[in-house]
């Protein structure tokens, strides 16, 4: 737990899973996080888990929201600048496979 994060400045995050010979990769977001108020926490979803199935096709799953009726579901490449892209919409379920992601 961090007390007295400034809302007004951006933060990064990352955290590494710890086996008995050592930890894991390091699992970080490349945009920072802005500290939310308690009404804002309250709207806010976790983010995404991606599991890969085969080759080129993955599973997005994450968690209900109440009150929700439909997600929609983007993606982007990894590269500086990419526009995000929208790979499916009024979705109402939470976890969907996907194929032939690749570029």
Not at 88 to 99: D, P, W
Request: include cysteine; aromatic fraction near 14%; proline fraction near 5%.
């Amino acid at each position: 737990r961090k007390k007295n994060l400034d809302p007004e400045f951006e933060y990064f995050f990352r955290v590494a899973a710890v086996f008995d010979d050592g930890p894991g990769e390091w699992m970080f977001h490349e945009e920072g996080f802005f500290p939310l108020t308690e009404e804002e926490e309250e709207y806010a979803m976790a983010a995404p888990r991606v599991r890969k199935l085969e080759n080129e096709c993955l599973v997005i799953s994450w968690d209900p929201v109440d009150d929700a009726y439909a997600y929609e579901l983007q993606m982007r490449e990894n590269t500086g600048g990419a526009e995000w892209f929208t790979i499916a919409n009024e979705l109402e379920v939470t976890e969907v496979k996907k194929r032939h992601l690749k570029s």
